[in-house]
Antibody, heavy 119, light 111 residues
Framework: QVQLVESGGGLVKPGGSLRLSCAASGFSFSDYYMSWIRQAPGKGLEWISYINSRGTNLYYADSVKGRFTISRDNAKNSLYLRLSSLRGEDTAVYFC????????????WGQGTLVTVSS | QSALTQPASVSGSPGQSITISCTGTSSDVGTYNYVSWYQHHPGKAPKLMISDVNNRPSGVSNRFSGSKSGNTASLTISGLQAEDEADYYCSSYTTSSTLYVFGTGTKVTVL
């Protein structure tokens, strides 16, 4: 069955950096687009980044553009998100999600990893 | 890109039907049939309930249905059950620079 497992979250100081990983299994990872979505404490879901199957087409939310970088390694069935210049408002649970591709929805999600930005 | 607008909360008694609205603009909900709905129990992975406005994925109860009129999409839950108590989010493709936009979220309470 499809599994997405995020890791790499933790406590980081403002201005710091972190790399999140998402390990995929149970499907042909290289065939699918992927996204990162986050949820700040007490807030709703916020889409933050997308990558196509080959890693050649990237999109970002305005709130993270220039600070976060999405990437993937199809040989390792892994998705990544590099978080830089972190701010308090980046504190959130970060989910990776499989994009259904062409129909613009997320058909499988991981359970998320918590990033806390605090001094 | 502003979030799609949903009511903060909706409630109903077991067996009743409820409807959650999701209002966007002509840049997203109003023009494209790429509206999806997600159920989220806190601490768990969100679950896709409806895609492409009214398509129910395999395994999702037929008590869940979707529709759209103009800039507003809707999710209806019929025969409300205790297990339906959760947060629900709509999402849409958007022609803004961000590609996707989520709704503000609706907490469903089963009385």
């Amino acid at each position: 069955q499809v599994q997405l497992v995020e890791s790499g979250g933790g406590l980081v100081k403002p201005g710091g950096s972190l790399r999140l990983s998402c390990a995929a299994s149970g499907f042909s990872f290289s065939d699918y687009y992927m996204s990162w979505i986050r949820q700040a404490p007490g807030k709703g879901l916020e889409w933050i980044s997308y990558i196509n199957s080959r890693g050649t087409n990237l999109y970002y939310a305005d709130s993270v553009k220039g600070r976060f970088t999405i990437s993937r390694d199809n040989a390792k069935n892994s998705l990544y998100l590099r978080l830089s210049s972190l701010r308090g408002e980046d504190t959130a649970v970060y989910f990776c999600a499989r994009d259904a591709g062409g129909h613009y929805h997320f058909d499988h999600w991981g359970q998320g990893t918590l990033v806390t930005v605090s001094s | 890109q502003s979030a799609l607008t949903q009511p903060a909360s909706v409630s109903g008694s077991p067996g009743q039907s409820i409807t959650i609205s999701c209002t966007g603009t002509s840049s997203d909900v109003g023009t494209y049939n790429y509206v999806s709905w997600y159920q989220h129990h806190p601490g768990k992975a969100p679950k896709l309930m409806i895609s492409d406005v009214n398509n129910r994925p395999s395994g999702v109860s037929n008590r869940f249905s979707g529709s759209k009129s103009g800039n507003t999409a809707s999710l209806t839950i019929s025969g409300l059950q205790a297990e339906d108590e959760a947060d629900y989010y709509c999402s849409s493709y958007t022609t803004s620079s961000t590609l996707y936009v989520f709704g503000t979220g609706t907490k469903v309470t089963v009385l």
